[in-house]
T-cell receptor, first 108, second 114 residues
Framework: LAKTTQPISMDSYEGQEVNITCSHN???????ITWYQQFPSQGPRFIIQ???TKVTNEVASLFIPADRKSSTLSLPRVSLSDTAVYYC?????????FGAGTTVTVRA | NAGVMQNPRHLVRRRGQEARLRCSPM?????VYWYRQLPEEGLKFMVY????????ESGMPKERFSAEFPKEGPSILRIQQVVRGDSAAYFC????????????FGQGTRLTVV
């Protein structure tokens, strides 16, 4: 399983864009990059998944460079309710391996 | 379409008792995964099951822990003779058979061993 590295924590203010970069240097050819969000006392919630270039949905964008050794999750115009832990995962098969995640704190 | 349902949400057991955690996957999902989360840590994979089969239990302790996903009914994670170190949040996720689709998580069962 490819190991991922992401910052432990990030602080932001309401209305700002938050970008979280994840490193996955030994990603395999058939691996996808997946991001989950987790609030306290709740299960992780799927945010976005991509293989290469850029993916966008109603919640976030995911940027993946050509070498796929890193990826960046972009949360536009965050609000207080976006305060959560964000996990970057490399998914080659069924097994999702969660690291410590990035704790994003949004302040007013 | 209801999401992944776990029950109970909270479970308190005395040391030495048995804990049974239930997970009903989303409708149409035949793949179930169990994860354990200790406070301030990420989720740790425990076991992956398809209907009536254990596919991968590499993350599950060999002693006292077992899991099943019968043809009918929910998936069960069973912990026998619980110890204080078993106290954690246990999450279940399910997915469909389509490759690279996302897994949906339940709200978890918080087990406290006293």
């Amino acid at each position: 399983l490819a190991k991922t590295t992401q910052p432990i924590s990030m602080d932001s203010y309401e209305g700002q864009e938050v970008n979280i970069t994840c490193s996955h240097n030994n990603i395999a050819t058939n691996d996808y990059i997946t991001w989950y969000q987790q609030f306290p006392s709740q299960g992780p919630r799927f945010i976005i998944q991509g293989y290469k270039t850029k993916v966008t949905n109603e919640v976030a964008s995911l940027f993946i460079p050509a070498d796929r050794k890193s990826s960046t999750l972009s949360l536009p115009r965050v609000s207080l309710s976006d305060t959560a832990v964000y996990y970057c995962l490399v998914k080659g098969d069924y097994k999702l391996s969660f690291g410590a995640g990035t704790t994003v704190t949004v302040r007013a | 379409n209801a999401g992944v349902m776990q029950n109970p949400r909270h479970l308190v057991r005395r040391r030495g008792q048995e804990a049974r955690l239930r997970c009903s996957p989303m409708k149409g999902h035949s793949h179930v995964y169990w994860y354990r989360q200790l406070p301030e840590e990420g989720l740790k994979f425990m076991v992956y099951l398809q209907k009536e089969n254990i596919i991968d239990e590499s993350g599950m302790p060999k002693e006292r822990f077992s899991a099943e996903f019968p043809k009918e009914g929910p998936s069960i994670l069973r912990i026998q003779q619980v110890v204080r170190g078993d106290s954690a949040a246990y999450f279940c996720a399910s997915s469909s058979e389509v490759e690279n689709t996302e897994a949906f998580f339940g709200q978890g069962t918080r087990l406290t061993v006293v």
